[in-house]
């Protein structure tokens, strides 16, 4: 049967209304999706292949607004810094991988649901930003999170976060570099400090992080003839009593003794107090010098949500319906928003309806649901009962220790520690990542690097590239009366 007034199928206003042929211009469908992480880049992917036809004839048209033009594939960089994979490989390129949609190289400042409007910065570094206004009728809230850091003493000054590319490849180059001054100081003060590395937060990130490196660094030393790995002095610190909080507990100890076999000092129950000058003072009363402070203690929603009229639960994440879409004041579904990934408390059945963990399992799920459901929407109406509720399959989380080392949970609840569980969990982001070009180019580094011997040179000069050329306008030399012009 044709749809009244002639118009198109599936093309619909705000209200619901099918709209006419002499509008259909107006009654485009504007998508707009605030963050190109995980869940944001994965939502805007199933989208694209959902609504392929529906985009090419212009009833729907994706906006996908991230500030770097890439995404970063966050599980991958443990191993970025132990040097296993080359780090443009675990970007994923935004306008590459979605041809159909829009992306702008922007930060979004607000979000004004009640007008459907996003308000946002585009700005290229140390100019003056310009304004956007970005009108939508459907909106996708997927900035994903931060780090969360603490007011302690020295640690602005002293830390190194790892969420970015940049500071997975400068932890790389910084670790090394100490070597390089352990190795040429005199000084035993120096020394130690230089070979004593902290880590803040035992979560998968600090753990995975952590064990990469030390493997990589146990492995640089045999280039020295004065520093030994047992020179070398790693510290985990864990404000609870355990470490790896989402696995099970048997896995996290069998965790927790391999990095102690490995001599790496976990201390348990145990906070940051102070940095101050490089010195860590911890809150079991012990200080000692380090020249590295890595922090990892866990992320919090992005600081976009408050700037939002968006419903927020206590920890700042936006309130969601199994079905991801934002529930309104009245307890039902607020129209035309939806939200996944690390922003979004969306009820976890298997844990009591308590919020999905911030993981890229669940983002990556919740993005698929999300882009489904979208769907329906669009065809039935956003109380349609095909919509679908979220359901989590089971925790399929793993993380690497190092060279053929790893520990992972598998789908069916079994536990796999060693070569085998290293092998699942490379296994397991390969196919996570949204990128068949990445996917190939992550492989061949694993064979290549398996294949020859690891790299371990430290480019510290690429976080200044100009200080050689910088160096030439400095004061030159004086000349003798006799010298040359």
């Not at 700005?123 to 007011?151: M, Q």
């Not at 009593?241 to 099970?248: C, G």
């Amino acid at each position: 049967m044709p749809p009244p007034n002639g118009g198109r199928p599936g093309l619909r206003d705000r209200d619901g209304t099918p709209c006419e042929r002499d509008t259909v211009r107006r009654c485009t469908i504007r998508i707009l999706i605030a963050g190109g992480g995980c869940a944001g880049t994965a939502t805007a992917l199933h989208l694209q292949r959902g609504l392929r036809d529906r985009l090419r004839r212009g009833e729907v048209e994706i906006t996908v607004v991230e500030p770097q033009a890439y995404l970063t594939y966050h599980p991958l960089l443990a191993e970025v810094a132990a040097g296993s994979i080359d780090p443009r490989h675990v970007v994923v390129p935004l306008r590459r991988a979605l041809p159909d949609c829009r992306v702008l190289t922007a930060r979004i400042t607000r979000i004004e649901h009640a007008a459907r409007r996003a308000l946002a910065d585009a700005a290229a570094p140390g100019e003056a930003p310009t304004p956007l206004e970005l009108p939508y009728d459907i909106l996708v809230v997927a900035p994903g999170s931060v780090s969360r850091t603490a007011p302690v003493p020295g640690l602005a000054e002293h830390g190194r976060g790892f969420s970015t590319v940049a500071e997975a490849v400068g932890l790389r180059n910084h670790v090394l570099e100490q070597l390089d001054l352990a190795s040429a100081t005199r000084d035993p003060a120096l020394r130690q400090s230089a070979l004593t590395f902290v880590f803040v937060g035992a979560g998968y990130a600090g753990v995975g992080a952590l064990a990469e490196l030390e493997d990589m660094a146990r492995y640089a030393v045999r280039g020295y003839h004065n520093v030994a790995p047992e020179d070398l002095r790693w510290v985990l610190v864990e404000a609870t009593d355990r470490i790896l909080a989402e696995e099970s507990p048997e896995l996290a100890a069998h965790t927790l003794g391999q990095l102690r076999e490995r001599g790496v000092d976990v201390r348990l129950r145990t906070t940051l107090e102070s940095a101050a000058g490089q010195v860590v003072a911890l809150s079991d009363g012990s200080r000692f010098a380090a020249r590295t402070l890595v922090w990892t203690a866990g992320v919090r929603p992005s600081p976009l949500l408050r700037d939002t009229d968006l419903p927020l639960d206590t920890a700042g994440r936006v309130r969601c319906l199994p079905t991801l879409q934002v529930v309104g004041p009245d307890g039902r579904a607020l129209p035309g928003v939806w939200a996944a990934g690390d922003c979004a408390a969306v009820p976890d059945p298997h844990a009591d309806g308590a919020p999905c963990a911030p993981n890229a399992q669940h983002a990556f799920a919740q993005a698929e649901l999300l882009a489904r459901n979208v769907a329906v929407a669009l065809e039935s109406g956003p109380h349609s009962p095909g919509l679908a509720a979220y359901r989590p399959g089971p925790a399929a989380c793993s993380t690497s220790l190092g060279l053929r080392r790893a520990v992972a949970h598998t789908r069916r609840g079994g536990r796999l520690t060693g070569r085998r569980a290293w092998w699942l969990h490379r296994a397991r982001h390969l196919r996570r990542l949204p990128s068949a070009d990445r996917r190939v180019r992550v492989l061949m580094d694993w064979v290549l690097g398996g294949l020859f011997s690891r790299e371990v040179v430290s480019l510290g000069t690429l976080e200044h590239p100009r200080s050689e050329f910088e160096a030439g306008f400095g004061p030159r030399p004086e000349r003798g009366p006799d010298a040359p012009a």
